[in-house]
């Protein structure tokens, strides 16, 4: 049985960027598919812990997982900054600046990881 992790998000964070869909709704199943992979490398990470492999063979698959995550990282900022924050840049006002703020704060938050 899979279980999915209680994740806590702030109120400003998991809203829609406006009342369509999320701008990664056109490669959600790409996205999906890629999670799924990430998901089975770090099973396999954890394999290889219990079966003893070298540690620098288990680094270099973190190292792989890592840039995978990022990879998914990036593309949904790419995403979210060519839909909703364009989309707000357009309707601009307070709207636009929001999102702008919430875009720097995410870049932020991956800079820092």
Not at 82 to 89: G, I, Q, T
Request: with cysteine; charged share 30%.
């Amino acid at each position: 049985m899979t279980t999915t992790p209680d994740i806590s998000i702030s109120s400003a964070e998991g809203q829609a960027c406006h009342s369509g869909p999320h701008g990664y709704i056109q490669d959600k199943p790409r996205y999906l598919n890629r999670l799924k992979r990430i998901e089975g490398q770090a099973r396999g990470i954890s394999r290889m812990v219990e079966e003893d492999v070298y540690c620098i063979d288990i680094l270099t698959q973190i190292s792989a997982l890592s840039s995978a995550l990022e990879n998914v990282a990036l593309g949904l900022l790419d995403d979210h900054l060519r839909h909703c924050v364009l989309d707000a840049a357009r309707e601009g006002g307070d709207e636009a600046e929001a999102k702008l703020k919430e875009a720097f704060e995410a870049i932020k938050r991956l800079v820092k990881s």
